[in-house]
C-alpha cells in the first residue's frame, strides 16, 4: 500500500508541476494504475482481503482445532488445554505446520465468538444510593515501602468520594471506613452497593440472595441502611466506583507520598477529597461540592453514638504477662494480670480489658506482622521494683534502654556511686514509673535539672517536675504612680549585722552573721 508522502509527490507532481501521467511513471518508477488512483483521491486505499488465503498445511486441520477448541470450553476453567496443547494434539495426528500458525488460527476462532458487551447508563436519586470498595496502592510509610488497603465509598449522585487506608481490609477496617465517611458526608446513605465481600458476606446463593455475616448485620441495623450485592464477577454494576480506585491511585497517590504513619497519609487523602469537591465531572450540571449541597440534607441522620468498629476475642495470660493475638504477643501490666483477657481489636490498636473491668489495662499499636513481641516496659515495673537483680537482663527494659535519652544513664550511675545494690534501682524505677502520668519530654528535662542541682534521686525529679509545670510566677511590681511621695523612698540594703544582737555573746559557740 502506498505511503502518503508517495501520494502527496505523484499529485505536485502533476496538478503543480504539470507532468503527464506518463512522466511521472518514469520518474518516479510506480505503476500507472497506482498513480492513477493517487490523483482520484488524497487519501490512501485500506488493503482488504479479497478471499481467505490458502493455508495448505494448516487448511486440512482447521476443523479439528475448532473441534478442539470448543472441547475446551467443556473442561474446568482452570484445567483447559492451552494453545500450545492444542498444536501438541495436532501434531500427534501429523500436523506439520507451524505452531504460529495453530495460535493464530485459534485467536481468530475466539475472536469471532466475543461478542461486544455494553452496559445501561444509570441514574440515581440524591441521598439515596453509594458504592463502597477496596482498592491498593504503594507509599512509602516511615522510610519502607508498604502497600496499603484503600477504603473508598462514594455517593451515587454528587459523586462525592471519600478514601481511606488501612494496614488490611479486615472486617474492623471495613466497619470503620464506613464510619468515618458517614461522618465526612454528614449522614448515612439509604442503600449501598458492594462486592460480594467476605466481610459483609458468608456465603452466596444463586440469584440475589445472601447469607450476611453477623456483625455486619449489626453494623447495618445500627446505621439503618439497606446493602445490594452485585452479581458475582460483575465490578461493573457499580462502576462508578471502581472507577474511583483508579482516580485516587492516580492523582492523590501518584508519585507514591512520602509519610512518617497512617494519621499524616489520611490526613493527606481527606483533604485531597476535600480539594476534589471542586471538580465539575463531565456531563455533570454542577461540581461535586454543589450538588453534595443538595444531597446532604436527605441522607439519613447519624445515629446519637457510633458502634464500635472492633472484634472481640478472648486470650490466655502466659507467664511472661503476654497475650497472644493473630500471633502476635502484647504484654500486660503484672501488676493488673488474670488467666483470661477480653482483647478488643481495631484498625490501628488493640485494647486489652480485665473481665470485670470497663476501663482497658493496655492499650498498643496493632501489629499486622507475624510472630513479634509488642512489649511495654512500663507493664513490667512493678515486678521490677521486687525483682531489681533482672533489671539488666528484662528484654522490655534492654529495648527501651537502647532508646532513652542519655540523662537516664547519667541519673542511673548517680544513684548506683551514691546507694548500695539493689536500693539504687528500685529508686530508678520511680523514676521510669513517672512515664505513667507525664510526658516523656518532660520528665527528660526534669532529670537534667535534678543532675544540675545536684539532687538525683526520684523525689528530687519529681520536684523538678512540680517546678517545670507550675514555674514560680514573678512578684507583682508595686504601683506608686497615685503616690509620688513614697516613691521617693529608695529600698535599703538589708544588713545582717543587727540578726548579730540576737545571738549569745561569749564562748566557742559564737557566730557572727557577714553585714
Not at 58 to 66: D, P, S
Not at 160 to 186: I, R, T
Not at 329 to 334: D, G, Q
Request: hydrophobic letters at 35%; one cysteine or more; charged letters at 25%.
Amino acid at each position: 500500500m502506498i505511503k502518503v508522502s508517495k501520494i502527496e509527490q505523484i499529485r505536485r507532481a502533476y496538478y503543480v508541476d504539470g507532468k503527464s501521467m506518463r512522466e511521472i511513471e518514469r520518474e518516479y518508477h510506480h505503476a500507472y494504475k497506482t498513480i492513477k488512483k493517487a490523483l482520484a483521491s488524497a487519501e490512501p486505499g485500506s488493503y482488504r482481503l479479497k478471499e481467505p488465503r490458502d493455508a495448505p498445511v494448516l487448511g486440512g486441520y482447521k476443523a479439528r482445532t475448532a473441534e478442539l477448541l470448543a472441547e475446551n470450553e467443556t473442561l474446568p476453567r482452570k484445567q483447559r488445554r492451552t494453545g500450545h496443547q492444542i498444536y501438541l494434539v495436532l501434531r500427534a495426528e501429523k500436523y506439520r505446520g507451524s505452531e504460529s500458525s495453530v495460535l493464530h488460527y485459534l485467536w481468530q476462532l475466539r475472536q469471532a465468538k466475543r461478542v461486544a458487551k455494553v452496559y445501561l447508563p444509570l441514574e440515581f436519586e440524591p441521598g439515596q444510593d453509594a458504592q463502597v470498595d477496596w482498592g491498593e496502592a504503594e507509599v512509602i510509610l516511615a522510610g519502607e515501602p508498604v502497600t496499603v488497603q484503600l477504603f473508598l465509598l462514594r455517593l451515587s449522585y454528587s459523586r462525592k468520594l471519600f478514601v481511606m487506608a488501612f494496614p488490611s481490609q479486615k472486617q474492623e477496617s471495613f466497619l470503620a471506613g464506613h464510619v468515618a465517611a458517614f461522618h465526612y458526608f454528614g449522614g448515612v446513605p439509604r442503600r449501598i452497593s458492594y462486592d460480594n465481600l467476605k466481610t459483609a458476606v458468608k456465603k452466596i446463593f444463586i440469584g440475589s440472595e445472601r447469607e450476611e455475616q453477623d456483625s455486619f448485620i449489626l453494623f447495618r441495623s445500627h446505621y439503618l441502611f439497606d446493602s445490594h450485592y452485585c452479581n458475582p464477577s460483575a465490578g461493573n454494576e457499580k462502576g462508578r466506583v471502581e472507577d474511583g480506585v483508579g482516580y485516587s491511585r492516580r492523582n492523590f497517590l501518584a508519585p507514591p507520598p512520602v509519610v512518617a504513619s497512617f494519621e499524616e497519609l489520611n490526613a493527606r487523602l481527606l483533604a485531597q477529597c476535600q480539594a476534589d469537591d471542586a471538580r465539575r465531572i463531565n456531563r455533570q450540571p454542577q461540581t461535586i461540592a454543589e450538588m453534595w449541597q443538595q444531597e446532604r440534607s436527605l441522607l439519613r441522620p447519624l445515629p446519637v453514638r457510633d458502634l464500635e468498629t472492633c472484634r472481640e476475642v478472648t486470650a490466655r495470660l502466659n507467664g511472661y504477662s503476654h497475650i497472644e493475638v493473630e500471633t502476635n504477643r502484647y504484654s500486660v501490666p503484672t501488676d493488673r494480670a488474670a488467666k483470661t483477657l477480653r482483647v478488643k481489636l481495631y484498625p490501628f490498636e488493640v485494647k486489652i480489658y480485665h473481665p470485670d473491668e470497663a476501663e482497658a489495662i493496655a492499650v498498643h499499636p496493632r501489629c499486622y506482622g507475624q510472630q513479634q513481641d509488642i512489649l511495654d516496659p512500663q507493664h513490667y515495673l512493678p515486678l521490677l521494683a521486687q525483682r531489681p537483680g533482672a533489671f539488666n537482663y528484662a528484654k522490655p527494659i534492654r529495648q527501651w534502654r537502647a532508646t532513652w535519652p542519655a540523662v537516664y544513664e547519667q541519673l542511673l550511675a548517680e544513684l548506683q556511686q551514691r546507694q548500695p545494690g539493689s536500693h539504687a534501682i528500685r529508686e530508678f524505677i520511680r523514676v521510669l514509673q513517672l512515664h505513667q502520668q507525664y510526658p516523656a519530654e518532660l520528665i527528660e528535662q526534669a532529670v537534667a535539672q535534678a543532675l544540675q542541682y545536684h539532687c538525683p534521686h526520684a523525689d528530687g525529679v519529681e520536684l523538678c517536675l512540680r517546678q517545670l509545670l507550675q514555674p514560680d510566677a514573678p512578684s507583682p511590681r508595686l504601683d506608686l504612680t497615685a503616690h509620688p511621695r513614697l516613691q521617693e523612698i529608695a529600698p535599703r540594703p538589708v544588713s545582717l549585722a543587727h540578726y548579730n544582737q540576737l545571738l549569745p555573746t561569749g564562748g566557742h559557740n559564737d557566730r557572727q552573721f557577714a553585714a
